[in-house]
């Protein structure tokens, strides 16, 4: 039924302007505005909508990863950017806050309103 569908991923957030100026301007993102949603443009052809929730309530788990080539690099400019990086009980970090050794070496972010983001580097 679903099968050619070019179906599309979406989340929310509280605040679309602050959004509009993290995925924009803090992670370098293409972003357009219409009917005061976002869409973030990325690699593959596959918008990925981003929407107004008044009561919205931060994603607990990773909504969005970034796989990238050089994970020290991205997370060094990232933190020169402002973007503080999460540590999870349980879960070893280095000083930059990069989990490594337990799969990708990956390290987690939130959007302005809360939500979980990573970068990732398979090796």
């Keep these: ?3 050619d569908t070019k ?4 989340f929310a957030v509280d605040d679309v302007a602050k959004a509009k100026e993290f995925y924009g301007g803090t992670l370098g993102l293409r972003v ?3 009917y005061g949603m976002l869409h973030l443009h990325i690699a593959g052809s596959r ?3 981003v929407y107004p929730k008044p009561n919205h309530t931060p994603a607990t788990y990773t909504i969005l990863n970034f796989p990238v080539d050089d994970i020290d690099r991205v997370v060094d ?3 020169a950017r ?3 990086f999460e540590r999870y009980d349980g879960i070893g970090a280095d000083e930059k806050g990069i989990s490594r050794g337990q799969g990708p070496d990956i390290a987690w972010f939130t959007d302005p309103a809360g939500n979980v983001l990573a970068v990732l580097q398979e090796k």
């Design 7 to 10: 179906a599309f991923s979406g």
């Design 32 to 34: 357009s505005e219409a």
């Design 82 to 84: 402002g973007v503080r």
């Design 77 to 79: 400019e990232l933190t």
């Design 1 to 3: 039924m679903f099968s």
């Design 47 to 49: 918008d990925i909508l």
